[in-house]
C-alpha cells in the first residue's frame, strides 16, 4: 500500500502562485509515474500534468503548459506542483497519484494509488 498526502492548497488571487507537495510513504517501491488531476465541482476528475521516475520526462495539460511546473524529489518520496499565474478555471480539488508503469498517462486508470486532495481557490 501506497499513502499519498497532499499539501499546499488555498485561496488565492487571479495571477498568483500556489505550490502543492505530495508526500508518498508506505510501500513506496516501485513507483514510476507520479501525476497530478483535478476536479472541479459538477466536473469529472482531468489529467494536469505527469512525470516519469527519473523527472527525464514530463506531460501537462494544453491549458497548463508555461504556467505549471511538475517536479519530484525522490529520495524525499515527494512530488510538487508549482502553479504560477492562476486563474479562477484552476479552481478545483486536487489530487495527486502514482502509477505502476513508466508511462506518462492522462488516464485515471493508469494510476493505481491516489490522495485525498487539497482544495485550490482562485478569486477573480
Known amino acids: 500500500q501506497v499513502q499519498l498526502v497532499e499539501s499546499g492548497g488555498g485561496l488565492v488571487q487571479t495571477g498568483g502562485s500556489l505550490r502543492l507537495s505530495c508526500a508518498a510513504s508506505g510501500r513506496t517501491f516501485p513507483i514510476y509515474t507520479m501525476g497530478w488531476f483535478r476536479q472541479a465541482p459538477g466536473k469529472e476528475r482531468e489529467f494536469v500534468a505527469a512525470i516519469s521516475w527519473s523527472s527525464a520526462n514530463t506531460y501537462y495539460q ?12 525522490n529520495a524525499k518520496n515527494t512530488m510538487y506542483l508549482q502553479m504560477n499565474s492562476l486563474k479562477p478555471e484552476d479552481t478545483a480539488v486536487y489530487f495527486c497519484a502514482v502509477g505502476p508503469t513508466n508511462y506518462l498517462s492522462e488516464d485515471v486508470r493508469s494510476y493505481n494509488y491516489w490522495g485525498q486532495g487539497t482544495q485550490v481557490t482562485v478569486s477573480s
Not at 494544453?62 to 524529489?73: C, E
Open 62 to 73: 494544453d491549458s497548463v503548459k508555461g504556467r505549471f511546473t511538475i517536479s519530484r524529489d
